[in-house]
């Protein structure tokens, strides 16, 4: 059978607001964040979830709340968060970001993990779903590093086409990306 999969990121932080790549650090929705996973709910209306899984980072979690709380079970999952990058949690994005391009897919971020960990982590994440929710619809709201690794392991792209054709870089938004995992 198959796991339909529609991914969200969660809303925009108070430090996408200032071009800080938060990594694991915990941060706050803006007020623009807010109003985006309060907005998610109607614009997701005509889909239905098993359940929504999301990273256990603030972010994430108060972003699936915000947006389905009393609608579906939410579960945060440690194994959706966003890379590690270490001693650069929280630091410009101006640094961080050609880093994760380049260096960083298969090397570790300073005392963080590489893009190559992250993948690890969700593949053991779609193992778990495959063994709990066969046939199901899920949702899930995570982070930048995630939704890529599900660009390789699914959907077969290497680590620069799925860097290159990032919705961040192509300015395409949208609310949910679909999945299929078999």
């Given at each position: ?84 990058y270490g001693k650069l949690n929280g630091a410009s994005s101006d640094m961080v970001e050609p880093m994760q ?82």
């Open positions: 059978m198959t796991i339909n999969i529609t991914y969200f990121v969660h809303g925009t932080t108070t430090d996408n607001e200032q071009h800080i790549s938060s990594g694991w650090k915990d941060v706050e929705l803006s007020e623009l964040g807010v109003k985006q996973s309060i907005e998610l709910r109607d614009q997701t209306k005509k889909q239905k979830f098993d359940v929504v899984f999301c990273s256990d980072l603030k972010r994430a979690h108060d972003s699936a709340k915000l947006a389905w709380k009393g609608i579906y079970t939410i579960i945060p999952d440690a194994r959706l968060r966003e890379c590690n391009e380049e260096e960083c897919i298969l090397r570790p971020f300073p005392e963080g993990e590489s893009y190559v960990d992250v993948k690890t982590r969700v593949a053991d994440f779609l193992e778990f779903l495959k063994k709990n929710y066969d046939g199901k619809h899920v949702g899930i709201v995570a982070h930048k590093a995630p939704q890529l690794s599900l660009d390789v392991l699914l959907k077969g792209k290497s680590w620069k086409q799925a860097l290159a054709e990032d919705w961040r870089k192509t300015k395409s938004w949208k609310p949910g990306w679909e999945y299929e995992l078999k």
